[in-house]
């Protein structure tokens, strides 16, 4: 029973390139939150999303990123143009979809902007 | 905005010792939960409250939620080198998982032998 999977986990991109990191949820699970924390920091909410829906989008920046849940397929979060302010850890967390006591977070992906 | 606040932010102790961390916030929750993070990885859940006043136990560990539910603690008792890590807080709008959380800022735990 496989965990929440992000790949890949260490991911460098030049400024104004594009970063695409995905996330299976757990099996069984078919809701997915992405987040992202910088250095020192707590983890900072940025989309929630069901299979071909996104729920709450409140916490994703108005430019450059973009997140999708695919009726196949893992998540997809996308952040074109990237720029270094992009540089941090995101975590994806899935949960099913009634109720369960909590989240089920990934390994995460590290993004550096060089 | 809803803002949970951890205190303290940093804590060095001896093994052996007991500890207690907090989370406070001015809003109410439906849940609270727990986790621990270690370098290089994700949260890792350790529990989750929802009733105010509930207290749980996970072995060393005791979680608390406020009976207004707007803040809680978790208190470790005999510390040991394993449970060095960063433990965050977070705040659901549902007793159960589908809406965001908003987590703390952490507290780093490091518990020398």
């Known amino acids: 029973n496989a965990g929440v999977m992000q790949n890949p986990r260490h991911l460098v991109r030049r400024r104004g390139q594009e970063a695409r990191l995905r996330c299976s949820p757990m099996?069984?699970?078919?809701?997915v939150y992405w987040y992202r924390q910088l250095p020192e920091e707590g983890l900072k909410f940025m989309v929630y999303?069901?299979?071909?829906?996104?729920?709450?989008e409140s916490g994703m920046p108005k430019e450059r990123f973009s997140a999708e849940f695919p009726k196949e397929g893992p998540s997809i979060l996308r952040i074109q143009q990237v720029v270094r302010g992009d540089s941090a850890a995101y975590f994806c967390?899935?949960?099913?979809?009634?109720?369960?006591?909590?989240?089920?977070f990934g390994s995460g992906t590290r993004l550096t902007v060089v | 905005t809803q803002l949970l606040e951890q205190s303290p932010q940093f804590l060095s102790i001896q093994e052996g010792e007991n500890l207690t961390v907090y989370c406070n916030s001015s809003?109410?929750?439906?849940?609270l939960q727990w986790y621990r993070q270690e370098p290089g990885e994700g949260p890792v859940l350790l529990v989750t409250?929802?009733?105010?006043?509930e207290v749980k136990k996970l072995k060393r560990l005791t979680f608390q939620f406020g009976d207004a539910r707007k803040d809680s603690s978790l208190h470790i008792t005999a510390a040991q080198p394993g449970d060095t890590g960063l433990y965050l807080c977070?705040?659901?709008?549902?007793?159960?998982?589908?809406?965001?959380?908003?987590f703390g800022e952490g507290t780093q735990l490091t518990v020398n032998p």
């Open positions: 977070a705040g659901g709008a549902q007793e159960t998982s589908g809406s965001r959380l908003t």
């Open positions: 999303l069901q299979k071909e829906n996104i729920i709450d």
């Open positions: 967390a899935s949960s099913p979809a009634f109720g369960g006591p909590g989240y089920t």
């Open positions: 809003s109410v929750f439906s849940s």
């Open positions: 409250v929802v009733t105010g006043g």
């Open positions: 099996k069984g699970h078919s809701h």
